[in-house]
DNA sequence: GATACCAGAAATGCATACATTTCAGGAATG
DNA sequence: CATTCCTGAAATGTATGCATTTCTGGTATC
């Protein structure tokens, strides 16, 4: 029973997976990817309707791997769920961020205060120390340059994940991942914009500062202190967003931008 | 075209939706609300791999729902997704639920200096009093009664909900609310358990102490007092687990004991 | 006796089709 | 002129079936 196999026309016989883009990965995993550059860039409303069926065709898959894809974006924060309505997409208010910036700076304080009472030996910091070097040679007395901001992004979020590492609490790093998750709330979110603000490069050194008390306060051991610490240096991102309000038109560089009504 | 009208065999017209049982939500629904709880009691192994073709039928639905179920508790934290080979249950560790209670204590602290912080005015503490009286004529100077402690259990939720609402912060809540989901992470975790240690009265006492201690903080707009307080309120969780831990055969009550790995 | 290899089985990934609900717009009514 | 009701269109919810990948167990080889 079941009619199996004399089925006449059992669909179409689609040759899945293998479309016509990059293979490797699976259809929602792509669709994420996609979705989330389409969000963050600012090509829907807030507030907006994700309408599947367009998006599927629009995206090159069917509703169920898009599915999933929305399903996800909605964990992150980016759509809100609609049972029998679907999803449409989140709209983040300045105090929003702002409150992003302060959670994150809270988590961050956490993950230091961790670090400093968990820290075994001495040589656990060697790799943090380097970093922090890294960025003080990239920065101290030097020009920036385009390349050279690049590096600093790439050496501060290592900085922060290792502090994550060493705070060695799984739960505490899911938590960050899914505040970041936003990209504003991110610690590099508001980097490429200052690299074109005046204040830039004291913005830097006082980030650097920051960083060398935090390693200092985590080889001592002193948790109250190192959390203190990873809270004020979550301002700095507050103050760059600040300043990204009043320089009309720079917006522009700060990812998810256009995800803020004002 | 697409041959829709002569279609002859075209599936079997499941009668889908109020399949047999309650009607009125999805059947994702249903199937988070079944699987989450088959997960908290312990029906599945930690590192046991949710097959879907027999969850299915075992549920009672197809794969699609169940597909968006399994998604949806891979991100609350109870099963870890593994690309093209599926979801498996999570397990934990008792540091990890150390953590988890900790960061939970680290994020009320942070509720309650919003609070504290953001109040305007005397009459916004009404609620928050008015549950916390609630809970004094509960507990003080009376024998606890199973059901004195459902509704203590009941006030105290809202009491922290209610802090939360002060605070002013959406991410704030929401992260609280990705934290809870799991079952020993929550402000009530143990105190169903509670009601039969021997120092059960004790603890709740404890407890009622930290949150006159939190209204009067929040009140006189002290942030960095009720933060402190509300960090320390959520030890007392961590006591009732370590009792758990020693009291064997107690650990029954204790909402997701069987996920915890020893 | 251990490792490599290789079907067959089973599991996940996804496209299609259909059922049900929601939504939009216009006609009818007050 | 506003409100209600109705109807067709469109959107979400889900079951089925097939393609592809992963697992498993047995056999052959070293």
Sequence with gaps: MRSKPQNPIPGKVAKQGTSASEQG????????????????????????RMREVPLAKRLGLSRIPLRLALERLAHEGFLEIRPTRGFIAQQFSLPDIYDAIDLRGSLEGMAARLAAERISEAGELETLRALHEEMVGLIRGKALTLNGVAEYIDRNSRF???????????????AMEQI???????ASAFLQRQYVAPESHELFLISIEHHRALVEAIGAREG??????AREHARVARRNLESAMEN????????GFKLIQL
């Excluded at 990817?33 to 860039?41: D, G, M, P, S």
């Excluded at 970041?180 to 991110?186: D, G």
């Design 224 to 229: 109250a202190r190192a959390e203190s610490i």
């Design 248 to 255: 009309q038109g720079i917006g522009e560089s700060v990812p």
């Design 25 to 48: 990965t699976s259809q929602a995993a792509r669709a994420t990817l996609a979705l989330r550059e389409l969000l963050v860039q600012g090509h829907f409303q807030p507030g907006e």
């Design 160 to 174: 922060h994940s290792e502090i994550l590492t060493l705070s060695r609490s799984r739960r505490l790093r899911r």
């Design 180 to 186: 970041t998750s936003l990209p504003f709330a991110s």
